[in-house]
């Protein structure tokens, strides 16, 4: 096969892909083609100072530290940046290990081009700079208004009364105003809002005489107006309500609506919100789940990352779930006790865009007659109704149709898996620790001071530890990516052993957050994990999600099966470069893992 012409070739690899035409032209002058056959030590560590910079065409090098393969080094990757950049000699050895073809640029023009700040960024950065920057390049050619600042769709000036003020006052200026709320002033301040006089006053039999303060919302929710549409969003969906005033050096300088964000954005989660919550029976459900997809590719088009764009589907997932179970309360009768219907795994963490296998319980506080038959009855109503709004059948069968537990028996089940962890068991339940209330009128805390306290059990640690090592990057003993038929489970490969560690690290932080990225920071602030490894893992994370959101909606939109297997031809250059040092890096993690943990001593 005929070779691309090789300043083509070095000019879209990246970061050259960036360079101006003077510097192209520059390149294409001193550009040197080189052949290094197999055996060749083409650096020395300790040796001279490198005179060139080079960047593999075909063929695979070996970078040797002190006798150890530290990376391998393939197409469209550098060697010798390090040296030149630093004028030092090479901290590693450059072997080549199949005959490399190559192309060298001498080391006072690579100094010329450095100056090209997108270039020095690249050379210069950390692995998980780089990520984060590689996901924000991502963004920024996709951006569209979900990163303006919020006052960008704010009409008009917000509306005030006085705390003595009457509602009779306040409806009559929202009348005039045509405004759907009005501010409380005062000490607290407050909201008053058209749903407000609907729901307490009027429906209360209340006197249009009666004080504003008496029936006005407190404390006030208040942003910053220069947060982005996609954050106000994701608060309203969290905090469940539909007017946000927002500020500016203290003082309240407008309101924002869901009516307001309605109208900005098409495909808005608050659109599909007023859906899901208006739905009335099983069959009202059924376009959940390509909502969902579309919702999806809307909000990463917009410039969120995975772990925000899941955060917003966790709301729109957890509001589905709500009024499945007043449904059915409402066909059943009262709960005979409190009860929490809980979330875990991927829902748990609110990292799940695309639908996918359910993972739910019911927990009960009172085992009394006939509360195990009525919390089951619930439990089956409500995974069907999820069924019917396109959730996969959890094939492990965990859900709430046959996870059933009193409170005292899911904190004696939780106690029995720190006291004596059973390997095998430990793998499925581990997922249990990712748990979040989804609704509860009964309190889980002696369950979250059972996960906190883990941490001090240095025979559980060992063996979570352990069983976060059960999968291991897609990576040979030669540091390179193993594919089978071209293709990885990004999944199995890349996500789950960063789950797991953020799990296990977590846990040893004593924290009560749940998803990755939050278990990966404390893990950082308590000192268990280096700044680094939780930064460079969290960005690892949030690269491998995106990769994975990518490719399933290209399949969902080629009429085809979503899954987590991705073809490494379908990757940039940049991106496989990214996918195999991320790899590597979690590797080294999960070795590091071993040896603190001496997971290979237990039996």
Known sequence: MELMDPLD????????DRLAPAELELLERNLEGIYLPAGTRVLQQDGSPTS???????????????????????????FGHPSALSGHPPTADVVVDEDVLAYRIPRDVFMQLVKHPEIAEFFL??????????????????????????????????????????????AALMRDEGASSVLVSGDP????????????????????????????????????????????????????????????????????????????????????????????????????????????????????????????????????????LRAVESELGPPPSGYAWIVFGSEGRREQVLLTDQDNAIIFDDDKTGARSYFTE?????????????????????TADRLVWSLAESKKMFAGWLQTPDPEALLDSSVMFDFRPVRATVSLGDLEALVVAAQGNQIFMAHLARQALRFS????????IKATDGAIDIKKGGLFPIVSLARLYGILSASPVRSTTERLAAASRAGVLSEDAAETMTETFLF?????????????????????????????????????????YVRDVQDATAQRFDTASLA
């Not at 070739?9 to 050259?16: E, L």
């Not at 990057?473 to 390179?480: A, D, E, G």
């Not at 990518?550 to 379908?570: K, M, S």
């Open 544 to 584: 491998l999600l995106r990769l994975r959101l990518e490719q399933q909606l290209a399949a969902l939109g080629a009429g085809r099966e979503p899954g987590n297997r991705i073809a490494l031809d379908t990757l940039s250059p940049l991106e496989r470069r990214h996918l195999k040092e991320g790899f590597l």
């Open 473 to 480: 990057p897609p990576v040979s003993l030669f540091r390179r």
């Open 378 to 398: 619930l439990g089956r109503q409500v995974v069907d109704g999820l069924l019917a709004a396109g959730f996969p059948q959890c094939p492990g069968g965990f």
């Open 125 to 170: 950065e950390r692995l998980g700079e780089r990520l984060r920057r590689a996901g924000d390049l991502h963004s920024s050619t996709l951006r569209v208004d979900l990163a303006a600042p919020v006052d960008s769709v704010v009409a008009r000036s917000p509306l005030f009364v006085g705390p003595h003020d009457t509602v009779k006052q306040a």
């Open 9 to 16: 070739f070095v000019s879209s690899q990246p970061p050259f």
């Open 52 to 78: 060139h910079v080079y960047l593999v065409r075909k063929g695979i090098a070996r970078l040797v530290r002190e006798g150890r393969e530290v990376a391998t080094i393939e197409e469209g990757e550098f």
């Open 189 to 324: 301040r407050g909201i008053i809002t058209d749903r407000d006089l609907r729901s307490r006053v009027v429906a209360n039999g209340m006197s249009p005489d009666t004080p504003t303060h008496a029936v006005m919302t407190k404390p006030l929710k208040v942003l910053s107006a220069d947060e982005p549409l996609h954050g106000v969003l994701l608060f309203m969906l969290e905090e469940n309500i539909h007017h946000v005033p927002l500020e500016r050096e203290g003082r309240i300088v407008g309101v924002v609506t869901d009516t307001d964000l309605l109208r900005h954005e098409s495909k808005s989660p608050l659109y599909l919100l007023k859906r899901v919550q208006k739905a009335e029976g099983k069959a009202d459900l059924s376009y959940y789940a390509g909502e969902i997809a579309a919702l999806g590719e809307t909000l990463l088009m917009g410039g969120l990352n995975v772990e925000q764009i899941g955060r917003v589907v966790a709301s729109l997932n957890d509001a589905l779930i709500n009024r499945l």
